[in-house]
């Protein structure tokens, strides 16, 4: 079974600091990496898509793939309170034309003023 | 705007009703999808249709029937509603299948549809 796994939370920072959500995946085949940001009662939206190792700036994220560990992070520098919700990682499978996106349940951020 | 839109967003009805979702993109993508987010926050795939042709479908009762008249459009049927269909229907599409360029395979979500069968 191809899983991703995410630490579910609440994971609490104070506004400003910086917030580190991170989740692992099975499937070594993997090759495309998301995250997504769903505020309560709303749609999953794309925060960082990343495709090879390293880091991926965009503003104030910041999302590092490590293939090798299956390990795929994100950071989100100057916390604040907008950036609280539920962030889940998406990483999509291997094979033919039934690809899928297999999803973490979700870590909720709180960023507390 | 171009977007994912969903109808209805609401949807209350009783057991052993039959009820439809509706789901238009104008993002021009090739790809379109039904998610289901359970109370626990779970998104778990339900059917993948790429320009029409059925590509994915998990282990979903048969009472569940999508359609694609065309590559725009995806419905969802659900005949004989049960309790535990009570839930959140998410569509969303993506420019095309994954493995063709980096970006095919990222997806646009729609806004919901919370269904709940009483």
């Known amino acids: 079974q191809k899983e991703v796994e995410q630490n579910s939370g609440p994971l609490s920072v104070p506004e400003g600091a910086i917030a580190s959500l991170n989740c692992t995946y099975s499937d070594r085949g993997s090759q495309s990496f998301f995250w997504y940001r769903q505020y309560s009662g709303k749609s999953p939206e794309l925060i960082m898509s990343?495709?090879s190792n390293g880091d991926k700036e965009d503003g104030r994220f910041t999302a590092q793939l490590n293939k090798a560990s299956q390990y795929v992070s994100l950071l989100i520098r100057d916390s604040q309170p907008s950036d609280s919700a539920t962030y889940l990682c998406a990483v999509n499978t291997k094979g033919g034309n039934n690809r899928k996106l297999i999803w973490g349940l979700g870590t909720s951020l709180a960023v507390n003023p | 705007d171009t977007a994912v839109s969903q109808t209805p967003k609401y949807l209350v009805t009783q057991m052993g009703n039959d009820k439809s979702i509706k789901c238009e993109q104008n993002l021009g993508h090739d790809t379109m999808y039904w998610y289901k987010q359970d109370s626990k926050k779970f998104l778990k795939i339900m059917f993948s249709y790429n320009n029409k042709e059925l590509i994915i479908n998990e282990t979903v009762p048969n009472r569940f029937s999508p359609k694609s008249p065309d590559k725009a459009h995806l419905n969802l049927h659900i005949n004989s509603l049960e309790l535990g269909d009570s839930a959140v229907y998410f569509c969303?599409?993506?420019?095309?299948?994954?493995?063709?360029?980096?970006?095919?395979?990222?997806?646009?979500f729609g806004p919901g549809t919370r269904l709940t069968v009483l």
């Open positions: 990343i495709y």
């Open positions: 969303a599409s993506s420019p095309g299948l994954a493995g063709r360029t980096s970006s095919t395979d990222t997806q646009y």
